[in-house]
Structure formats: structure tokens, C-alpha cells
């Protein structure tokens, strides 16, 4: 596609429930990068993948975020037991691959954890 | 711990006046700085970048100065326009992590 795309584009669920964030990186882009915004901070970086695998997942706060890329394009961040403290709009990144100096954000996926 | 730090949050300048947002780091490791550009539900965009090897880049309107020794960074917009109003992140980069400043929100007033 033309731009990074991310699905849904907003998400309101209840506490203890199961979410799944979309991400379409631009067309031929290998590198792809999650990050986490909130209120009143910077991105925060969660995880990056090089094609299919997950080449740096340190920033994953906790065994209840997972994410996956199975076809090295779509990506789906996954997160379980949700809490308010994941309320963040949730950004996507892609780039050309490893050693492009620049990412193309998508404009992001806002999680509501009531 | 945050290692790339925008200390001010806001910043007010007149249209056509210059303005200057700072960024600091504290990792020498970081070989390549950006700045973003961030409008309300949007996601940022790139605007520009320097290496470590150079202490100036310069893009039309923008220019950014990195200062080594002094772990600093620093954008110039000039003349402001109202249409810069937004946030704006910077980012430094070892490797493949990015590392991104809290921003600072600039309102460029007519």
C-alpha cells in the first residue's frame, strides 16, 4: 500500500479482555516496528521485525503483549488480560529494511481499556 | 530511563519568527538523529535527519544542529509558519531501536 495502514483505528474494551492491533506496512518493506504512545509521552518502543521473525522484542512490558508477522507483510499486536494501564495509542512502523535510517509511522490505533 | 529528553513541553513563537526546539541524550552510542513531526490523529512523520558524523543538516525551512560533546540536538524552523503547529519528536537511533523524546509542542501564532 501507499502508506502504513492500522486497524482498528480506535478500541474501547473492558478490562480483562483479549485485542488484536492490525498493521499493513508500506509494500515491500521488511522491517516493521511497533511502538507505544501515551498520554503526554513519546513512542515507546515495544517490538521489531526483520521479515517473519521477531528480531528485538525487549520492550514488551509483559507476557500479556504478543505479536506476530507469519507472512513477513501484516502484522497483529496482541494483548491479553487487557488493563488501564494499556490504554496508549498504539503505532506501527515499517521501513525498507534493517539498516534504513528512517520509519514511516501509521497514524495508530487508540486502545481504550475501560 | 529516558535517554533522549525534551525538556520543554510547549513553546510559542510569531509567525515568521524562528523557532528552536532542543533535544538531549545521554547515550554516545547513538549514531543517527531524527526529528518528527506529529499532528493530533496522526501518526508522525519523518522531517528530518543528521548523522553523527555532521553537526548540520539543512532542508529548506528546517535545519538541525547536533552538538556531540554536548549530547544535544536541536531544530530550527525559520520563518515559522502557522501550519508548523504541532508536536514535535526527535529520535535518536543505535542500531535498530529508535528512541524518542516526550516531544514539545510548538504553536506557531499568526
Known amino acids: 500500500g501507499a502508506g502504513v495502514s492500522q486497524t482498528p483505528s480506535n478500541k474501547v474494551t473492558e478490562k480483562g479482555k483479549y485485542v488484536e492491533l492490525r498493521c499493513d506496512p508500506i509494500s515491500g518493506h521488511t522491517a516493521l516496528y511497533w511502538y507505544r504512545q501515551s498520554l503526554g509521552q513519546g513512542p515507546e518502543f515495544l517490538i521489531y521485525f526483520q521479515g517473519t521473525g521477531a528480531a528485538d522484542d525487549s520492550g514488551l512490558p509483559n507476557d500479556r503483549f504478543f505479536a506476530v508477522r507469519p507472512e513477513g507483510s501484516v502484522s497483529t499486536l496482541k494483548i491479553q488480560r487487557t488493563e488501564r494501564g494499556d490504554s496508549a495509542v498504539y503505532l506501527c512502523?515499517?521501513?525498507?529494511?534493517?539498516?534504513?535510517?528512517?520509519?514511516?509511522f501509521g497514524a495508530g490505533s487508540r486502545l481504550t481499556v475501560l | 530511563d529516558q535517554q533522549v529528553k525534551q525538556n520543554s513541553p510547549s513553546l510559542s513563537v510569531q509567525e515568521g519568527r524562528i523557532s528552536i526546539l532542543n533535544c538531549d541524550y545521554t547515550n554516545s552510542m547513538f549514531d543517527y538523529f531524527l526529528w518528527y513531526k506529529k499532528y493530533p490523529a496522526e501518526g508522525p512523520t519523518f522531517l528530518i535527519s543528521i548523522s553523527s558524523i555532521k553537526d548540520k543538516n539543512e532542508d529548506g525551512r528546517f535545519t538541525v544542529f547536533l552538538n556531540k560533546s554536548a549530547k544535544h540536538l536541536s531544530l530550527h524552523i525559520v520563518p515559522s509558519q502557522p501550519g508548523d503547529s504541532a508536536v514535535y519528536f526527535c529520535a535518536a537511533r543505535p542500531g535498530n531501536q529508535f528512541y524518542f523524546g516526550t516531544g514539545t509542542s510548538l504553536t506557531v501564532i499568526p
Open positions: 512502523a515499517s521501513s525498507r529494511d534493517r539498516g534504513a535510517n528512517v520509519l514511516t
